[in-house]
């Protein structure tokens, strides 16, 4: 939504869905399994020599339970398997 009304502002066309493929596959955006986020994760640490990672979880509209289950997962899983990929 944010995206949609801002892009508009500046005359830019809708986000659709092939962008967002896009961004997945060649972008910044890291989604999927534990397992797929810890290793696309940790090879952009990798690539970037970045001491750190923030994680920007979209609650858009995203029912509560589902958006405390990707922290769950992230913080139980993801990263103990980043930190395990980055040894």
Same mark, same amino acid.
């Given at each position: 939504?944010?995206? %949609? =009304?801002?892009?508009? $502002?500046? %005359?830019?066309? =809708? ?7 896009? $961004?997945?596959?060649?972008? *910044?955006?890291?989604? %999927? +399994?534990? $397992? ?9 640490? =990798?690539?970037l020599g970045?001491?750190?990672? +923030?994680?920007?979880? +979209?609650?858009?509209?995203? *029912?509560?339970?589902?958006? /405390?289950? +990707?922290? $769950?997962?992230? %913080?139980?899983?993801?990263v103990p /398997?980043? =930190?395990?990929?980055l040894v």
């Amino acid at each position: 939504a944010m995206t %949609g =009304r801002i892009g508009a $502002e500046r %005359g830019w066309p =809708r986000p659709n869905r092939e962008q967002f493929v896009h $961004e997945i596959e060649h972008g *910044a955006m890291i989604v %999927g +399994s534990p $397992e797929t986020v810890a290793q696309k994760l940790a090879g952009v640490i =990798r690539t970037l020599g970045a001491q750190r990672a +923030s994680l920007k979880i +979209s609650a858009g509209t995203l *029912a509560h339970e589902h958006l /405390m289950t +990707s922290i $769950e997962l992230y %913080g139980t899983q993801v990263v103990p /398997m980043v =930190r395990e990929l980055l040894v």
